[in-house]
Nanobody
Framework: QVQLVESGGGLGQPGGSLRLSCAAS????????MNWYRQAPGKSRDLVAA???????NYADSVKGRFTASRDNAKNTVYLQLNSLKPEDTAVYYC?????????WGQGTQVTVSS
């Protein structure tokens, strides 16, 4: 029984920045990985960033060099820093916690990039 609570979404300017947070109700060391997905209307839900319990990260090509995933184990929180925002980054962003046996999902937070 895990709850993931997201915050930080909203309106961003092209070229600007946002930081998304995902707070878990238990130690994030319980999970093999914490992940960020995004989904635009009519599109699939795609993995954009992953960070393992050891701190290793992977990124989708579309966000590589612009987005950074990080974690604060003491706060049971994972972050996604979105820099150099583009209009095509507009989507609902979802936090995901993966154990191998289970997947847990946040409620999703809307990111809109517009001038």
């Amino acid at each position: 029984q895990v709850q993931l609570v997201e915050s930080g979404g909203g309106l961003g300017q092209p070229g600007g920045s946002l930081r998304l947070s995902c707070a878990a109700s238990k130690s994030i060391l319980s999970f093999y990985a914490m992940n960020w997905y995004r989904q635009a209307p009519g599109k699939s839900r795609d993995l954009v960033a992953a960070i393992t319990s050891g701190g290793s990260t992977n990124y989708a090509d579309s966000v590589k060099g612009r987005f950074t995933a990080s974690r604060d184990n003491a706060k049971n929180t994972v972050y996604l820093q979105l820099n150099s925002l583009k209009p095509e980054d507009t989507a609902v962003y979802y936090c995901n916690a993966h154990t191998g046996m289970y997947n847990y999902w946040g409620q999703g937070t809307q990111v809109t990039v517009s001038s």
